[in-house]
């Protein structure tokens, strides 16, 4: 396969890039390690739409956050993705975290975040938040803060990168790059690829992946992961906060938080934990401990026992050192580009960094330009949020959407069969969970999983030894009962 350009990776940082490159007329492919889009960190983070207050001024960071930001406001409506703009609080009590907030307000008003103000007593922040811990004094509202679904935004990005002509290849893991003078010749567990410019948007791998062209290792970085576990509780808590609810940040991050999410559930964490390793999202004892504990700091009466739905975690990818973006060509390897060590606020700052990176290829001297009949690829309206006429009409167009598969979230069998065959379909039964909702209810798929296994088995004739949970080793049947087929 020849290309102009390959990305590799379809996190956030991939599609969006994906995305942008799609308004313009150049060849390009983005290929993933796994089976579908968004299945590393962008599908496992706080799903936030920082207002930009937290990046030190003047770095690429600060610039990404609030112009991605805007940028996702105005994309909402155009690709229809669920997000909403709750706006976030910034809490703190003692004279040390008046302090830090004192400086995030200043920090975000260099940044030029719009929409910043300090509550500066108690009354004010239990006028806006009733249900905060009573010891909360003081407070920097974030207007602009939102909530969003971080595989919605993907997957909306990547369908319209797709619908404009980018070929996306999935179960594609790129092993080893050879370097030309004028490409590059990558070799995949699909083939060989050759390409004029590479995008490396690998996120906890992009330190292995420019490896692959660098004759010195020690002239790249090296990706450190941190783990961060969450508690997703039940929807009956969903509006115990109206706001994002963040404690005052330290040197581990932004701390543990305690949001609504954008289907209406109530999300709390993340811990920050060094003892991972960049495959590792397992949940632990400790660090959903520490996650309780630490959220009572916030919200001091939060029943997890009986709320929990679902814990998971992703792993944030750091370079020791470097407190910023990178993003840039590489200085040894000519048309060769680096997005990396992309931590938070990586989700918020995808599609400017997709803008970012047109700027970059024009400065390096390619000339590109626009296709004229570039088209926006929407997500289809959850059935859940249509209005009785709506539902009738579609219902009298094909009887399938009114046949209800997930109760908890009011999920048809319209919309799943929809969904698997999209311009990047669902094979998964937590691909269909993904892009239509069916299983993010209280009983977590129990009820629907078997009935979607079963519309997936159908729509895409498959072995029922072939259908998997989610990744490559997740079969759903893993043996036949007397040997039969
Ligand atoms: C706990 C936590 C909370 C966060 N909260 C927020 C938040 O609220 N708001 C916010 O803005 N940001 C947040 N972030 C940051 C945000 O999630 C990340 O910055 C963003 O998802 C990174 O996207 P990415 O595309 O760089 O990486 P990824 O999503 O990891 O994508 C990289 C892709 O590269 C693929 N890949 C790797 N190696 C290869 C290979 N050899 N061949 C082919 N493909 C390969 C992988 O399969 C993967 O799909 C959070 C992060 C964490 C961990």
């Known amino acids: 396969m020849k290309t102009d350009l ?41 799903g936030i739409v920082h207002g930009g207050y937290d990046p030190k001024p003047n770095t690429l960071m600060a610039k990404m956050n609030v112009e991605g930001n805007r ?3 105005s994309l909402h409506k155009k690709l229809n993705f669920n997000y909403k703009e709750t706006g976030a609080l910034i809490i703190g009590s003692t004279d040390e975290e008046k302090e830090i907030i004192n400086k995030l307000y200043k920090q975000g008003l260099e940044n030029k975040v719009p929409g910043l103000s300090l509550l500066k007593n ?83 791998y992009s330190d292995d992946i420019y490896n692959m062209v660098l004759d010195n290792p020690s002239d790249g970085f090296k ?32 701390g543990v938080l305690v949001s609504p999410t954008v289907h209406g559930n109530l999300l709390v964490g993340p811990n920050a934990s060094f003892d991972t390793s960049k495959d590792d999202v397992s949940t632990t004892i400790d660090g959903l401990k520490y996650v309780v504990s630490a959220s009572k700091k916030s919200v001091d009466n939060i029943n997890f026992f009986t709320s929990n739905i679902r814990n ?20 040894i390897v000519p048309h060769f580009y680096n997005f990396a060590g992309i ?12 803008k970012y990176s047109i700027s970059l290829l024009k400065k390096s001297g390619l000339s590109l330009t626009k296709k004229e009949n570039f088209i926006y690829h929407k997500l289809p309206t959850f059935f859940s949020h249509l209005n009785d006429n709506e539902i009738e009409s579609l ?12 109760r908890c979230e009011l999920v048809s069998e319209g919309e799943i069969v929809d969904s698997i ?18 299983g993010m209810g209280r009983c977590q798929g129990s009820f629907c999983g078997p009935r979607v296994f079963e519309i997936l088995k159908n729509e895409l004739h498959l072995d029922i030894d072939s259908i998997y949970q989610d990744k490559g080793n997740s079969n759903v049947v893993v043996s036949y009962t007397k040997g039969n087929k």
């Open 343 to 354: 931590k938070s606020p990586g989700l918020t700052s995808g599609p400017a960094i997709g």
């Open 122 to 204: 108690k009354k004010e922040v239990h006028q806006v938040e009733p249900n905060l811990n009573k010891e909360i004094s003081y407070a920097l509202y974030s207007q602009t803060t939102g909530i969003i679904s971080p595989w919605e935004l993907a997957l909306a990005l990547a369908y319209t990168a797709v619908s404009n002509g980018v070929k996306f290849i999935n179960n594609c893991k790129v092993e080893k790059i050879e370097k030309n003078k004028d490409k590059f010749i990558l070799s995949t567990t699909k083939g060989e690829i050759e390409a004029k410019y590479i995008f490396n948007a690998a996120g906890l």
């Open 6 to 46: 390959v990305i590799i990776g379809a996190g956030i940082i991939g599609v969006s890039l994906a995305f942008e490159l799609s308004k313009y007329n150049i060849k390009v492919i983005l290929v993933d390690k796994e089976n579908d889009i968004a299945m590393q960190t962008t599908k496992a983070n706080s």
């Open 395 to 406: 219902i009298k167009k094909n009887k399938k959407y009114g046949n209800i598969i997930c």
């Open 312 to 331: 998971f975690s992703g792993n944030r990818a750091t370079i020791k050192g470097v407190d910023d973006f990178i993003l840039e060509e590489s200085k």
């Open 223 to 254: 990706i450190t992961p941190i783990k961060g576990e969450y508690y997703l509780l039940d929807k009956f808590l969903g509006s115990l906060v109206n706001k994002v609810i963040f404690q005052t940040p330290s040197s581990l991050g932004k």
């Open 71 to 73: 940028i996702i406001k």
């Open 421 to 438: 065959h999209e311009v990047i379909p669902a094979t998964t039964i937590d691909g269909v969970k993904r892009r239509t909702n069916a």
